[in-house]
């Protein structure tokens, strides 16, 4: 079976610190992104990567930043983390356009 | 920009009564299209996709979709409700070109089944 990692399931932190939150596939998949749900607004994209060392910003980029130094592994870092960005986190990747993505399980942050 | 409504934010069926979920999408474009659903605490599994082809698409556990381009609708169907069908739903709209191919996805609809 296909999987996506995340590393975490629930995260407390403080506010002001740089939070990482990691993500990994084993589908040598080429594109993964970052989405963060929350109540009534559904999913928010806030990252994505075509490839490795390749990002672009989705809908809600401010605040946050990426890192893919290798295809199977995409993270989320939080520059300084804010009581705002308590949410649910959840990454994916997908083969190419046209297939449909594969989700982990989420990672619950809350900021404190 | 590409959008999707979910104009329900829940629904309760009785189990064994049928289901439709609804799904409205903005695109210029012919879309492709996805319906999600989300356990409590859970990521999300795909239930079916329609890219091209037949408008009528069947999904996993039972569930169907219908592309219903001159409503710009992809709602999702179940004929009969088991207990285990209460989750969260998501529909979700992509394009093939430009918007980097990313997928925007509806606020969802929270489906409670009554024994």
């Known amino acids: 079976d296909v999987k996506v990692t995340q590393s975490s399931r629930y995260l407390v932190k403080r506010t002001g610190e740089k939070v990482f939150l990691e993500c990994v596939q084993d589908?040598?998949?080429?594109?993964m992104f970052w989405y963060r749900q929350d109540p009534g607004l559904g999913l928010r994209l806030i990252y994505f990567?075509?490839?490795?060392?390749?990002?672009e910003k989705g809908d809600i980029p401010e605040g946050y930043s990426v890192s893919r130094e290798k295809k199977e592994r995409f993270s989320l870092i939080l520059e300084s983390a804010s009581t705002n960005q308590t949410s649910m986190y959840l990454c994916?990747?997908?083969?190419?356009?046209?297939?449909?993505?594969?989700f982990g399980s989420g990672t619950r942050l809350t900021v404190v | 920009a590409q959008s999707v409504t979910q104009p329900d934010i829940h629904i309760t069926v009785s189990e064994g009564a049928s289901l439709e979920l609804r799904c409205n999408y903005s695109?210029?474009?012919?879309?492709?299209l996805f319906w999600y659903v989300q356990s409590p605490g859970q990521g999300l599994q795909l239930l079916l996709k329609y890219f091209s082809g037949d408008t009528l698409v069947q999904g996993i556990k039972g569930f169907e979709a219908e592309f219903k381009r001159s409503q710009s609708s992809f709602n999702l169907r179940k004929p009969s409700v088991h207990w285990s069908d209460a989750a969260e739903y998501f529909c979700a709209v992509g394009s093939y070109t430009g918007g980097g191919n990313k997928l925007t996805f509806g606020t969802g609809t929270q489906l409670k089944v009554e024994l």
């Open positions: 994916a990747s997908r083969r190419g356009a046209g297939y449909g993505y594969t």
């Open positions: 695109y210029g474009a012919t879309p492709y």
């Open positions: 589908m040598d998949h080429e594109n």
């Open positions: 990567s075509y490839d490795v060392k390749m990002k």
